[in-house]
């Protein structure tokens, strides 16, 4: 991770995450597996100029799911790491407009 714009992945759009942005101010992004807190907080604020007042991190799982035949486990999709960035209030994304 040699820049700021190497952090975040992309943004995660969902309908749970449509409800947090349109009504809690907060945003979803997949990031990098080795981003902490202040690295992402930095980055947001340098890249869309605005102001943040908390990120919460979580690690998603990878889906496992198992072969019919033999019944052995396999991952049908591999984990990431998500951060929710909630925004001082009245600032907005401008990814997240055409959404709501």
Excluded: C, H, W
Excluded at 14 to 22: F, G, V
Excluded at 25 to 52: C, G, L, P, S, W
């Amino acid at each position: 991770m040699t820049t700021l714009y190497d952090i975040l992945r992309r943004p995660l759009i969902t309908e749970k995450s449509n409800y947090q942005s349109s009504k809690l101010n907060q945003y979803a992004f997949e990031v990098v597996d080795k981003a902490t807190r202040t690295q992402v907080k930095d980055a947001i604020e340098t890249i869309f100029d605005v102001k943040v007042e908390s990120v919460n991190i979580i690690n998603t799982p990878a889906k496992r799911g198992r072969r019919a035949r033999s019944r052995r486990l396999m991952v049908r999709r591999p984990g990431y790491k998500k951060a929710i960035v909630t925004l001082k209030d009245g600032q907005t994304l401008q990814i997240f407009e055409g959404v709501q």
